[in-house]
Every structure is written in C-alpha cells, then in structure tokens.
C-alpha cells in the first residue's frame, strides 16, 4: 500500500500523505485521526486516501530525490509489490465488551446459528490486559479480533426468532394462474420445446449447474437487464461496472466465509493473484470500491447499481431445485447504497426503498410473487433485517426466491472503513444497505412458467416488447437448429493401436 510503502523512508518534506491504514496502531488508542495529521509538522501538504489520486513510480521516485537527494529517501520497487492488507477493523468493543451486553449479544447469535462465541471475546479480553510480554500481547490480540470478528449483526429488535419455515409474509402481489393442462417448467418449456436452453449434458464442457441461453433466450436476458437498468436510472442510481475477481479479505468483510466446510465462494489458486476469489455478487465489489474512504456527510445516501456476472459454489439441496434454479454463474443487477447513521432511520429509509424498486419491477413484469420477513436464521452474519421476494414457480409447483434486500448496518463498514465526515471534522462508520434488482435465471424462469400458452407459445411481458424490437411472444419454430448432445465413453487410440 502506498502508505506503508512511504512510512519508512519519508524525508524531512514530502507532498503525500500516508494512509489512514498507516496510523492504524495509534489509531486503537482511540486517537483520531485528524489529531495524528497534525502533529505530522514534515508534511507540506495533505492528500487522503479517498480522494483516489494515482501517483506513478517514477513520480513519486522524482520527488522523493528532489525534497531529499539521499538514496535513503528512494523508494525500490520492490517495495510496491506488496501483499494485499486489509485495513484493521474499526469494531464497536465498547459494546461487545460492555457486560451490560453480553446477554443481548448471546441471545442473538443463539437465535441466528449460533456462530460466534462473546464469551471467549471477553475472556481473551480479560487475558489481553493481563499479559505483559509484548509479542504474547499482540498474538492475543489477533486472536480476540478473530473471535470478535464472527460475532454477528444485531438483529432487528422485531425480527422473528426461527429458520426459515417461521418467514412471514407480508404482502402477495398478483394472482395465480389456472392452466387447463399441467404447467411445464423451465426445462420443458425453453429446452425441448422452444429449443433455446441447453443445461443437460454439459459434463465434458463446463460441468453440472451450467448452462447456455441461446436465440431468443439470450435476447430476453439482455432486454430483463436493459429494462432494469433503465428503470433505476430514474431511481437516482449510478451504474458501476465491477470486477468479478476479489481478493478472500474484502468477500469475508462483507459476512461471506471464504474457508468455511460449505462455502459457496470460488478461490483461485494460490499463485494465482495472491489467491483472489470469484465475486459471488456486485455487493461485495462494491462494498470493495469504497474501502477506506470517507464521504462527506452531504454526499450520502449514495445509490449504486452494477451488472455483473455471479459464480456460486453451491448445490441443489433439492431434486426440485435442479435446472436454472440453482448454477454456479449466472448474471445479476445489484443496488446497493450507502447512508449515514445520525438518527438511527437512515439506512431503514433506503431498504424500504429498495424493497418498493423491487416490487415495482416485478409487479410490471406481470409476476405472482410474495414478499417475505425473513427470521433470524435466515440473516447469515452481516444483516440487521432482510426481506426476501419469492415467485411462484408453476413448473415446480413452488415458491422460488428471486430477490432479497438486506440492511446491513455498520456490520461491513466497520471492517472496511468506509465512513463519512460530518462539517465539525468528526467520522463515523456508514451503513450499507444492498438488493437484487433481477438474477436473470430466476427472472427467466418466472416469466416463462408465468407466460406459457398453449402450442409452445410464450407470451412477452409488454415492458420487455420495446427492447425486443416488438416481440410479443416466442414460437417453436420447426425449422430451429437443433443439436442432440450425446455422452460418450470413446476411448481415442493409442499409438499401440496403431
């Protein structure tokens, strides 16, 4: 990191400033960080992080030489490939180690999975202020951050304690459907009858839980995502385009595990990016964009919005789960926002907002969904409230998650450091609150299962036809392409065989 680089051989004057990451020791004695600025009297002039200016090299090589000409001052370039470093996690230790706490935060993670212990936290806290040698001290100290760090979100006071069978649902939009003949699924209707998905037979290639939209299937992915594009611009969102590789740091500050037994996250091998990981959704490169920077208050909320491709290692836990309802990638418009946290409503506000965006999506879509408060159980380890959005999916005579919104609190920010600056100077941890606006294999089968008519016919949901040059339904077309995979155990020849 820039500032580590420069910390050990800044001359007398130098024009950039450390990172906040640089103070990071003197900052756990609660000294703020402005505070530690100005007692830096060699700094002529005061660059923070945020403001993500990029220095090259040889610049910074120039400037060095010119404020102090002593080859102690030059910086080797091997001191700029360093391992990526997540910043300290700034974490609410008043509150975790207050025993007034202690039962709330118990009760809470009992009532979620019971992941995280706050009696250890205490006890390696007690062990950390009673041990004087120094090195003991600081492998304590990394311990009880470890410990601390899988302590939860608090729970919203009025989530309901259970799994998930204790959801309840607080709003049906649309009515079902009756079909004279018996609805066929996803597979049914786009594989053998309107012949544009392929996501059987797919071992020797890419392995199960893949798939390929082809013809007008792939148009209609490209029109659900234009179409929700199009209405959260009008929502005040900014369109991001996100990487899909992240290193494991910024994905388990987020409350994903990246080396739990039943992770869903893809890691690169070792040598492969200091073993960065696939993103399994844009919150995570989001949450990504702003670590370590500090918004000014008046800047907040801030609404983002991202494409990006989502690769996820899970596993049909049912038999009906099978087909495009549970793959490994597949394609996903993220919001995600950020707000200040000054009356305690603010990032309550967005979630709501977020909750009617997707309603108003799907209900132009013409689905039959219902929306779901979702219980402790169902949290996982960042959120503070999560509501889920399910469709009915008639090929499998079920309800099927299409979307969720989650208010995460301070839970993410405090890991990253990503604050906001009020007029007075003074920083605080901001909330990040996320939703799925479409995860297109889901969206598809809901409008296909919804919109099926008789022949192998489909009619389009109209807010799609624009983007469709018109289209008002798919046809099977006897004059299609179509090609029959077959697995085979051929044996190619050996030179022997020759």
Not at 3 to 20: A, E, N, Y
Not at 141 to 158: G, T, W
Not at 353 to 366: H, M, N, Q, R, V
């Amino acid at each position: 990191m820039l500032g580590h680089s420069l910390r050990k051989t800044v001359p007398d004057t130098i024009r950039i400033i450390f990172c906040h990451s640089c103070f990071r020791r003197l900052s756990s004695t609660q000294t703020s960080y402005w505070s530690l600025l100005s007692r830096k009297k060699n700094i002529e002039k005061i660059v923070p992080c945020n403001t993500r200016q990029k220095f090259h090299r040889s610049a910074l090589n120039q400037g060095a030489t010119q404020e102090s000409p002593s080859a102690s001052s030059k910086i080797e370039p091997a001191e700029w490939d360093q391992p990526f470093q997540l910043p300290e996690p700034e974490l609410d230790w008043p509150f975790l180690l207050s025993s007034a706490n202690t039962e709330a935060i118990d009760n809470n993670i009992s009532n979620r999975k019971g992941i995280g212990d706050i009696h250890k936290v205490l006890e390696l806290s007690q062990s950390l202020a009673a041990e004087q040698n120094v090195d003991k001290k600081e492998h304590i100290r990394r311990q009880l951050l470890a410990e601390a760090l899988d302590i939860p979100n608090m729970s919203h006071p009025n989530a309901i304690i259970g799994d998930e069978s204790k959801a309840r649902v607080i709003e049906l939009v649309g009515e079902l459907k009756e079909f004279k003949d018996k609805p066929r699924n996803i597979s049914e209707i786009a594989g053998k009858g309107l012949k544009m998905l392929r996501h059987e037979n797919l071992t020797f290639s890419s392995g199960s839980k893949t798939y390929y939209l082809e013809d007008e299937l792939a148009e209609l992915e490209r029109a659900i995502v234009s179409f929700t594009i199009d209405r959260l611009f009008t929502k005040g969102f900014e369109l991001v385009s996100v990487p899909d590789l992240l290193y494991s740091g910024v994905i388990n500050s987020c409350g994903f595990k990246t080396t739990s037994g039943r992770s869903q996250v893809y890691q690169l091998h070792d040598k492969c990016l200091n073993g960065a990981c696939l993103a399994g959704t844009a919150e995570m490169s989001l949450a990504g964009y702003f670590m370590n920077e500090t918004i000014p208050l008046e800047q907040l909320p801030k609404r983002m919005m991202a494409v990006s491709r989502c690769y996820r290692a899970e596993a049909a836990e049912k038999a009906i789960e099978k087909g495009l309802y549970r793959v490994h990638h597949f394609t996903k418009v993220e919001m995600f926002g950020l707000t200040a946290n000054e009356d305690g409503t603010e990032s309550e506000k967005l979630l709501q907002e977020i909750l009617s965006i997707e309603k108003e999506l799907f209900s132009d879509l013409g689905l039959h969904f219902r929306i779901l408060d979702m219980p402790t159980q169902e949290l996982g380890a960042p959120a503070h409230k999560k509501f889920d959005i399910e469709a009915w999916m008639y090929g499998k005579q079920m309800w099927g998650e299409i979307s969720s919104c989650s208010n995460c609190t301070d839970y993410q920010s405090r890991r990253l450091n990503i604050k906001y600056m009020l007029p007075s100077g003074h920083l605080k941890h901001v909330h990040t609150v996320n939703g799925t606006a479409c995860a297109v294999p889901r969206m598809i089968t809901s409008i296909l299962e919804q919109n099926q008519q008789k022949r192998r016919k489909i009619t389009i949901p109209k807010v799609l036809q624009p983007y469709l040059n018109g289209k008002i339904e798919y046809t099977a077309e006897v004059t299609r392409s179509w090609y029959t995979y077959m697995k085979t155990l051929r044996r190619d020849p050996s030179p022997e065989d020759s």
